[in-house]
């Protein structure tokens, strides 16, 4: 079993700036794809970023140039750097991790992210 928790959400004016944190239980980024999803009131749960266990990385074309992902594989922590965040970035943010050689995922339990002025 792995926890990923998340933290570093909160309130933010646009064109600011917010990194969220997600710390793994253990050591699983070798096997483990991790990624940055969210969900906005009323709407379904979207991907933001993935980084590869290899590094390889992609980005939401909503949120390509502003937002940076990253992972320190020693800390076991992966990062999502908001920069210029828009009120419509307005939403719940989970961290998620998928293991890349057979079944097994995990979920943050999520962190509020304000985008307002």
């Known amino acids: 079993q792995v926890q990923l928790v998340e933290s570093g959400g909160g309130s933010v004016q646009p064109g600011g700036s917010l990194r969220l944190s997600c710390a793994a239980s253990r050591n699983i980024f070798g096997i483990y794809d991790m990624g940055w999803y969210r969900q906005a009131p009323g709407k379904q749960r979207e991907l933001v970023a993935t980084i590869t266990s290899p590094g390889s990385i992609y980005y939401a074309d909503s949120v390509k140039g502003r937002f940076t992902i990253s992972r320190d594989n020693a800390k076991n ?12 970035d307005t939403a719940v ?9 057979g079944p097994g995922e995990y979920w943050g339990q999520g962190t509020q992210v304000t985008v307002s002025s």
């Open 77 to 88: 922590t992966v990062w999502l750097q908001m920069n210029s965040p828009r009120p419509e």
């Open 93 to 101: 943010y989970y961290c998620n991790a998928r293991r890349i050689d």
